[in-house]
């Protein structure tokens, strides 16, 4: 048993430590740079020797990252959510990376507000998220494919724990379901190609997906969707539900792991290995909680998950 365990672990070791060749001739593309795990990747690579192209949605966010890098790393402004932009955007990418192709393609672009009970939220709710985190990531893939296949090179989606058991109403959830979906379709289609897909599924990390301000960007975000309500629906959950709800919701931000080094490394280890996962589990939530939970019979799950929601002032 113990030799079993000692090759398994060399098996993994050698497989972590094969990287791909002459990496500094490399382009690598990344959206949503301004901060958190996309601008942390993008040095990450950068310190590897990498050419790095990181897609901003601000300009004070480019200029920023340019001013933190070196020479080997060039911004560009993109707003995923705008065919233009993001044509614009693959013309500029293409005009860098020549015949030689795109290395790699990092979807990391995303939003998480509006979330929160779907009966208090709007189809326009559900689009604002849905429009960046799945069909921005699904527009910019078929737009950078062909530099990716002439490079046979990889796509790296940001999917979410949340991609793989729904934690919160909202469009956040749908979208990285959705974007586990196309990662796996895209995955069987490209593989023909030579093209590697990886999906990033991390839990529960302290970026800026909430706003600048987490616990005031959800709170604000809780008391718009509230004060919005017809007064039926306020009764029906009465507003101790609504105090519980958006306390907890800032609790599990108040949990959330601090260090996203643990998400960009495994980001960087899907651009840089010769056997790159199909999937990466970053978090101890995600080992412990999440993937068990996607994994249980759905009635388990479902008592489970309802343990984490109040009781509605009308439940039965």
Known sequence: MAAITDLSFMYRWFKNCNLV????????????CDSGFGNLLAMQLVDRGMRVLAACFTEEGAQKLQQDTSYQLQTTLLDVTKTESIKAAAQWVRDQVGEQGLWALVNNAGVGLPSGPNEWLTKEDFVKVINVNLVG?????????PMVKKAR????NMSSSGGRVAIIGGGYCVSKFGVEAFSDSIRRELHYFGVKVSIIEPGNYRTSILGEKNMEGIEKSMCKLWERLPQETRESYGEEYFHTYTDKLKNTMQLAEPRISQVTNSMEHAIVS???R???H??????????????????VTDFILRRYL?????SV
């Open 274 to 276: 010769r056997n790159p």
């Open 21 to 32: 060749r002459n990496l500094s001739d490399k382009y690598v593309f990344i959206t949503g």
């Open 310 to 314: 109040p009781r509605p002032a009308d």
């Open 153 to 156: 090179g990889r796509v790296v």
């Open 282 to 299: 970053p978090g101890l939530d995600v080992k412990l909680l999440y993937l068990p939970l996607a994994k249980f019979p759905t009635p």
């Open 137 to 145: 990531l699904i527009e910019v893939t078929l737009h950078m494919l």
């Open 278 to 280: 199909i999937r990466y």
